[in-house]
């Protein structure tokens, strides 16, 4: 049986590699197009476009990675195995998953659109583990 701390290293090793998933779509639908340009998306693209949702889906993972990342990475280092907290942990990271599936396949500017419950149930565990890293320490 697998240990409970191992098992959040591994959800933690997905999200990482997740990330750079992300990335490599981001970078390269936005590099095969024509005069593209380092760094810059056109100001005209909206949600209609493939490139402005890898890019957007891309920044909607960085913007939230120091939260999880930090949570994560302090529970590591306090030695925190709570079975509950590796759930915690994959419930986050399927989340943000699903997120991204989503978010690469539907166009949609409606708010809120299917990708948000996704990103909400990422924003609720990831304040559970802070709680529970905060217990730990009183």
Do not use: C
């Not at 936005?30 to 340009?37: H, L």
């Not at 990831?126 to 730990?136: C, K, S």
């Amino acid at each position: 049986m697998m240990n409970i701390a191992y098992s959040a290293y591994i959800a933690f090793y997905l999200y990482l590699v997740m990330l750079l998933v992300q990335w490599t779509v981001a970078t390269f639908s936005k590099v095969k197009q024509p005069n593209a340009i380092p760094g810059k998306i056109d100001d005209d693209l909206s949600h209609n476009s493939f490139i402005f949702r890898a890019h957007r889906t891309f920044h909607n993972t960085l913007e939230n990675s120091p939260l999880f990342v930090g949570t994560v990475l302090f529970a590591f280092i306090l030695n925190y195995q709570s079975p509950i907290f590796a759930m915690l942990v994959w419930t986050y990271v399927i989340a943000r998953i699903v997120h991204m599936v989503l978010y690469y396949a539907i166009a949609t500017e409606k708010n809120p659109s299917p990708r948000s419950y996704f990103f909400m149930i990422g924003v609720i565990a990831n304040t559970i583990m802070l709680v529970m890293i905060g217990l730990r320490l009183l």
